[in-house]
């Protein structure tokens, strides 16, 4: 008499069978997937390089040299072309930069230390000679046009 | 009565010897559904996973690429073509994807109103000629090549399923008309028809890496400028202007004026600014000659630079009377033959020289055979044949020989650097060749330089003089040979020289074609005047770009020559 026996055996053997097919399948679909992705990037990274051809060639447009001499023509007037004579061998040969003086600037006041060991005497004002009064505006009033004109805000 | 289910049966029992089978298949079958059901519940699974959670949450997978992101990626159908550069990676000439636009006339539904709408689009376009082409009977029309991305906007709103785009590369140069001599150009199908572009046509086609040439392109701005102001003060016909590497014959700048643009170059290929004149015009450049009969004579008869010869008498043979522009009327040492640029001198020097040392060293310099040069539009020097000894007398001053300004410039070159022979060439190698053939040595290269420093310093060319970078040159004045005749009205005015003269590391060519006196310039419309100036504006301003320093307190090494030149001398 033979009894329905279901064999440890087999039932691995079809668990195998089962978990193998289901893992086949999941990663085949995985692979199709990937591989789309894949196409999509590449196409983008096609494209992409498709932009950035044309903004290099865009850019060595913009910088032809005649354009940028052009442009610094109009909008650069006070530097020049570099001629011999700016090109200087020794950096001590250098021009200094004129002082204040020479330039004609006039310092408004130094700032004034007592020396040290004084021979002789000397006074020190610690006030100017001159009253410095506060600039005051004349008839102050809370009117706001007439505080944007002290300002300088409107055109008179 | 109760019906009984139909699964009932499966309760049954049977009893008896048999029942053992049959529990058996009953088994199986139980098996099998549960297998079904397995799958169909897997598949259900993976419907749901398919439909809902990639379809509407994961968007990366979409469909994103552009149309014309696989068009013209058809390997061998593509009109690709590999980038060239210049020497610091500026573009030069690139290819762009761009859309052209074709139509399928079967698949047009209203030609009337596609003919009117394309017409809109291009002005310039007749409302005839569209139709025609859209009634036509063949599958496919061009309709228009190349266009713009706010025309192929435009065309996309008509909305016409006939009208069909195709994706392929054009050719395109941001430099326009800067270098259009040597970097050439391309037709529309993508084949190269001048210049660089024509002789690497295959290099280009195949390559995708960028091909580097020698060119700079600001060095070949200032000189196109400088060449153009010459042509424009001195109405000239044409002109040329050449800036080369002395050591490595490297070919900084170069350019042929009219030049034309790229992308529209004339359908006529005689008209003059299609012609390449620093490599395929071939000019008797007369007395910038003077540099290599006077090397010539330096290297094989090592007279003294002191001696002497008679230039009172005009040299008169076969016919031909030979003068000078400006008699000294007096014996000249060979200084002042060189500075005054005295033909009769030069022919004497050329007697003592002879016609078999003049050709072989001539040869020697590569002027008197086809260059070898990358491009392909490169003629052959023009030479007497057969040469007589009245030809050598004129070779010695630059006439009766024709040559192109670029073998000029190489052969200048070779002169000046220590008298090494170079190549001139357009692409950039990855080391430079030094080359390695001598022609002269390096005594009679510096005796050369003193020469050449002297006619600046003193000579015809003292306009091209710029305080701190000492340039040494020559100038040639020569009439043009028209039909056989020498018109004194038509001049070719050239200056041939290198910076800095004392250790030269740049050769500078400036030719100027038939020039005509201007209000400055006294009624002169010689090289001193015409092409001299050019190249003392170019050296100023190509110095700091070429990261020269100037030197200011530099001693003239033309000083010693002083002692072979009497007072008188000058002009």
Do not use: C
Not at chain 1, 83 to 103: F, G, Q, R, S, Y
Not at chain 2, 157 to 185: C, K, M, N, T
Not at chain 2, 303 to 324: C, N, Q, W
Not at chain 2, 393 to 398: D, I, P, V
């Amino acid at each position: 008499m033979k009894k329905f026996v279901l064999r440890l055996s087999t039932m691995m053997a079809i668990l195998m069978a089962v978990l193998s097919g289901v893992s086949l399948f999941w990663v085949s679909q995985q692979v199709q997937m990937l591989e789309r992705k894949q196409r999509v990037i590449k196409q983008q990274v096609v494209s992409e390089q498709e932009g950035i051809r044309v903004l290099d060639a865009e850019w060595d447009y913009l910088n032809r040299p005649d354009r940028l001499e052009r442009l610094a023509k109009r909008y650069l007037r006070s530097m020049e072309q570099v001629e011999p004579e700016d090109i200087l061998k020794n950096a001590n040969v250098v021009p200094e930069k004129p002082t204040d003086i020479e330039m004609g600037i006039v310092p408004a006041a130094y700032p004034v230390s007592k020396p040290k060991n004084l021979t002789a005497k000397r006074v020190v004002r610690d006030t100017p000679e001159v009253k410095i009064s506060e600039t005051k505006s004349p008839n102050p009033t809370s009117d706001f046009q007439s505080v944007l004109s002290q300002i300088g805000g409107i055109d008179e | 009565m109760s019906r009984k289910s139909p699964f009932s049966r499966l309760t049954i029992r049977i009893m008896g010897e048999k029942s053992g089978n049959l529990d058996l298949v009953r088994g199986r079958i139980v098996l099998l559904v549960m297998l079904f059901l397995f799958f169909y519940g897997a598949v259900m699974v993976r419907v749901v996973d398919a439909t809902i959670i990639q379809g509407l949450f994961d968007e990366t997978d979409s469909y994103i690429g552009a149309p014309q992101a696989d068009a013209g990626n058809d390997e061998h159908n593509s009109k690709f073509r590999a980038d060239i550069v210049d020497r610091n990676g500026v573009l030069l000439a690139t290819s762009l994807k761009t859309a052209s636009l074709h139509a399928d006339p079967k698949m047009i539904l209203n030609t009337v109103d596609t003919a009117k709408g394309l017409v809109k689009i291009f002005p310039d376009m007749s409302y005839g000629e569209v139709l025609k082409k859209l009634q036509s009977e063949k599958r496919f029309v061009w309709i228009k090549r190349n266009l713009t991305p706010k025309e192929q906007k435009k065309i996309l709103e008509i909305g016409e399923p006939g009208l069909v785009f195709d994706y392929d590369y054009r050719r395109f140069y941001p430099q326009g008309d800067l270098a259009s001599h040597i970097v050439g150009y391309s037709n529309i199908d993508g084949k190269g028809q001048a210049g660089i572009e024509r002789s690497f046509d295959n290099l280009l086609k195949t390559s995708d890496r960028p091909l580097k040439l020698t060119i700079d392109i600001r060095l070949q701005h200032i000189l196109r400028r400088e060449v153009n102001e010459a042509i424009k003060s001195f109405t000239a016909k044409a002109g040329v202007g050449i800036l080369m590497d002395v050591h490595t014959g490297e070919v900084l700048a170069a350019t042929s004026l009219p030049d034309f643009n790229p992308h529209a170059p004339s359908s006529d290929a005689n008209s003059p600014e299609m012609f390449n004149r620093l490599t395929l015009g071939m000019y008797e450049l007369g007395s910038t000659f003077k540099i290599f009969t006077t090397a010539a004579l330096l290297e094989k008869k090592s007279f003294p630079l002191s001696r002497k010869y008679d230039t009172t008498e005009p040299v008169r043979m076969a016919g031909h009377t030979i003068h000078d522009y400006h008699p000294e009327k007096r014996p000249l040492s060979i200084p002042e033959i060189f500075m005054v640029s005295s033909n009769i001198g030069t022919v004497h020097m050329a007697q003592d020289l002879g016609t078999d040392s003049m050709k072989k060293f001539f040869a020697d310099l590569g002027l008197m055979s086809k260059m070898s040069f990358d491009i392909d539009e490169v003629g052959s020097p023009i030479i007497p044949s057969p040469w007589r000894e009245i030809n050598t007398l004129t070779a010695s001053y630059g006439h009766g020989i024709a040559v192109s300004p670029m073998q000029l410039i190489a052969a200048t070159s070779a002169i000046v650097n220590g008298g090494i022979k170079v190549n001139a060439h357009l692409v950039k190698q990855e080391n430079e060749p030094i080359a390695s053939t001598r022609v002269i040595s390096q005594q009679t290269s510096l005796k050369m330089r003193q020469l050449m420093r002297l006619v600046v310093s003193h000579g015809t060319a003292r306009k091209a003089n710029v305080e701190g970078y000492e340039i040494g040159g020559k100038t040639g004045t020569a009439q043009k040979n028209v039909h056989g005749r020498y018109d004194a009205g038509k001049r070719i005015a050239t200056f041939v020289g290198a910076f800095p003269i004392d250790d030269p590391k740049y050769a500078v060519l400036v030719m100027v074609d038939e020039p005509n006196p201007n209000a400055k310039s006294y009624g002169y419309a010689t090289a001193g005047w015409v092409a001299a100036p050019a190249v003392g504006k170019i050296v100023s301003s190509v110095g700091s770009i070429l990261g020269m320093k100037p030197d200011m307190d530099a001693v003239d090494i033309s000083d010693p020559l002083m002692k072979f030149v009497s007072e008188k001398g000058g002009e």
